[in-house]
């Protein structure tokens, strides 16, 4: 099902700000197919492994169901369960635990190896990063958090994942969020895509992200071609990928329900 993403969305995050390499040209990128799939983190329904040229997706909820709780905490690396005993919020310390079990999950199955044994090591911007050896090839991750969703990537090429949720004034409790232009938010929210992935390209106002619809490629100055992809979501939340390789199939666990009909959210 080729996807193309149009929704009004809305923003009040900033993009991080990275160097700013020029943009030699953009290339739409050929239709893809965005396939939704029913939850499942083991087992993918025979999508073990990311293949060349594919993208796979888990989108869930926060809670206990998705994971039982001391089968979560006991995954959790000791820095991991050092940063949640520290975490000031309860409820996104439950986030994080969720967020982090569930991805040992899913890299459990693509390893094969037990939950506890993915060796996973935070980047300079708290990203998780695989720690490779032989068994595992190539293998790119990504996880981000758009209010009650956790978004998670799995790659064979560099990702970055980006959300964001309109979030309301502190002066006015209860009104409805103010909403940026359509384009001006996908546009910061790819940058931040792009940012997450280590890309640092342009700026997030540069006319090369503001166009109507994705995907599209950005060439810059780099040895990358970097695709990004406007992902479906719930109601307001705009989410977008970037990729540093061609991608014409995405997997989406958690993008069906469990009468068979494709949800946004």
């Known amino acids: 099902m080729p996807f193309n993403s149009s929704v009004a969305l809305a923003d009040e995050t900033a993009a991080p700000s990275r160097s700013?390499?020029?943009?030699?040209?953009?290339?739409?990128?050929?239709?893809?197919?965005?396939?939704?799939?029913?939850?499942?983190?083991?087992?993918?329904a025979g999508?073990?492994?990311?293949?060349?040229?594919?993208?796979?997706?888990?989108?869930?909820?926060?809670?206990?169901?998705?994971?039982?709780?001391?089968?979560?905490?006991?995954?959790?690396s000791k820095a991991e369960q050092a940063r949640v005993r520290s975490h000031p919020y309860p409820a996104l310390a439950k986030r994080f635990v969720v967020g982090r079990a569930v991805?040992?999950?899913?890299?459990?199955?693509?390893?094969?190896c037990a939950p506890g044994e993915v060796a996973l090591k935070d980047d300079e911007d708290g990203q998780p990063r695989l720690v490779r050896d032989g068994a595992c090839g190539s293998i790119e991750i990504a996880i981000a958090y758009a209010g009650i969703w956790i978004?998670?990537?799995?790659?064979?090429s560099p990702l970055g994942l980006a959300t964001s949720v309109p979030t309301l004034p502190d002066n006015a409790p209860g009104e409805p969020a103010l909403a940026l232009p359509p384009l001006e938010t996908r546009s910061r929210v790819r940058h931040a895509s792009l940012s997450a992935a280590g890309a640092g390209v342009l700026s997030a106002d540069?006319?090369?992200?503001?166009?109507?619809?994705?995907?599209?490629?950005?060439?810059?100055?780099?040895?990358?071609?970097?695709?990004?992809?406007?992902?479906?979501?719930?109601?307001?939340?705009?989410?977008?990928?970037?990729?540093?390789r061609p991608v014409t199939r995405v997997y989406a666990f958690g993008w069906m329900g469990r009468d068979g009909r494709v949800v946004a959210g």
Do not use: N
């Open 151 to 156: 978004v998670v990537g799995v790659s064979s």
């Open 20 to 44: 700013v390499r020029p943009v030699h040209a953009v290339r739409f990128a050929p239709e893809f197919e965005f396939i939704p799939r029913r939850l499942a983190y083991r087992h993918a």
């Open 47 to 76: 999508v073990p492994l990311p293949k060349d040229g594919e993208l796979l997706l888990w989108r869930f909820r926060p809670e206990w169901q998705s994971i039982p709780k001391d089968a979560a905490y006991a995954c959790l």
């Open 206 to 244: 540069a006319a090369v992200l503001r166009h109507d619809a994705s995907p599209f490629f950005v060439d810059t100055a780099g040895p990358l071609r970097w695709q990004v992809l406007d992902l479906p979501m719930p109601g307001i939340i705009c989410a977008a990928a970037a990729l540093a």
């Open 103 to 112: 991805m040992r999950e899913i890299l459990a199955d693509v390893i094969g």
